[in-house]
């Protein structure tokens, strides 16, 4: 049972570029212990990768063309997202993609804040395997959650969510659980690094002083595997929009 | 800046029946100091507030009897669940509805675990007010979020979030903020009463042993009002659900 949980900003972390080692750069800045868990940011992730793209690199086929036109949006920004995604959901209003890991989510997870002008941050090619990448450069043993922003459906705002993992199962389950009457619960999986993630995107912040490392401490173990991503012959509302 | 969050478990609290003070219980529990925030889960609002139902005071008018017939489940939960909701957005292969107070979930959130058998708990009929009236009544300043937990349309498992709120904005503007480059950020309105809201829910747990208060040290204090439900107007994912 969990009795209290506390986050950390790792502070001082300088601005990350390609071949940057985020675990010795979080390690040297914060005394982890085993069973920590470290959230960090998707996109200094993606820079430590060399994900950063010259916006004039790419060239817009007609369905880039067409869609951009729709949305008064940089022809060659849609080719980039179309190129990261492997399904597009909806391309109005806004473009809502699969990406190519699994991913739902706006642009492809695109980012146009925090690069110079003229270039383009793509997310990593594969978040899980980049957590997995930071967590064996760890001198404890500490599960690591990619984390990225997002809009959703129904509610307003934009939260924390996780895109990659490594070191915990992303769900917790629930299925063998009984109420105070002892009766087996309607609620069974629980997406606890979505909780998590949000909880540390809140202490990132997004502006430019932003810190894109938090440590989460006094947290159990959650085993098991899993994925975040909601397997597509199970989500209800994106068969609807798959069919429009 | 934020340099550092907890989260405690408020341990010890009773069983929950309708007239009892939360306020009361929680504050006579734990050291409360001002600017905590207290994260409150539905069931025991709704408990405290008498929104325990029989399932046999409901009568299924004809709309209850087909979908419950479609869904397979009673038609008396059918009906309960239509006279909590203002709208049905979907009504197979679940009951997705918006609430009276503007919530969109399935089943109006109605809960049948932790009620004895033949009982159903209603969500309170105002989770912000719930949530105001609760905060009156404690000695210190205290923001306070009422927490439910649903599913998401894209990811799996179900998450916490905030279905009531008072004493903080629920969203955190960064429409004046900059990058590292001094660019106007793209990603504005940040969610924070639901970020809160989901780690809270990871800490209390959905099982019988579970606790159902959470309090959270160390946030700054986020004001200026707004909402956690998308205006109808600005919610594409629904307007496709409402035209289908």
Redesign the interface.
């Known amino acids: 049972?969990?009795?209290?949980?506390?986050?950390?900003?790792v502070r001082g972390l300088p601005?990350i570029n390609k071949g940057d080692s985020l675990a010795d750069l979080i390690q040297s800045r914060f005394e982890l212990l085993d069973g920590d868990l470290i959230c960090i940011a998707s996109t200094v992730v993606s820079k430590s990768e060399g994900r950063v793209r010259e916006l004039s690199s790419y060239t817009p086929c007609e369905r880039a063309l067409a869609i951009a036109k729709n949305l008064g949006k940089d022809p060659r920004f849609v080719q980039a997202v179309l190129e990261e995604s492997s399904e597009i959901l909806?391309d109005r209003?806004?473009l809502l993609v699969v990406t190519r890991f699994g991913h739902?989510c706006v642009n492809a997870g695109i980012?146009?804040?925090?690069?110079?002008?003229g270039k383009i941050l793509l997310l990593p090619e594969n978040p899980s395997l980049s957590a997995e990448m930071i967590r064996r450069e760890l001198n404890r043993d500490c599960p690591v959650i990619i984390t990225d922003?997002c809009g959703?459906?129904?509610?307003?705002?934009?939260?924390?969510?996780a895109i990659g993992w490594s070191g915990l199962s992303?769900?917790?389950d629930?299925r063998e659980?009984?109420?105070?009457?002892?009766?087996k619960?309607?609620?069974t999986?629980?997406?606890?690094a979505?909780?998590?993630a949000?909880?540390a995107?809140?202490?990132m912040?997004?502006?430019?002083?932003s810190t894109p490392a938090v440590v989460v401490r006094g947290?159990p173990r959650f085993d098991g595997g899993?994925?975040?991503?909601?397997?597509e012959e199970q989500?209800?509302?994106?068969a609807?929009?798959s069919s429009?």
């Open positions: 049972m969990i009795e209290s949980v506390s986050l950390h900003l601005v909806l209003p806004f739902v980012d146009q804040s925090n690069v110079p002008p922003t959703r459906p129904f509610r307003f705002g934009v939260t924390g969510v992303p769900i917790r629930w659980a009984t109420d105070i009457h002892g009766r619960l309607e609620i999986l629980e997406a606890v979505d909780e998590i949000g909880m995107n809140l202490l912040g997004e502006a430019g002083d947290l899993g994925s975040m991503f909601m397997p989500d209800v509302i994106r609807i929009l429009k």
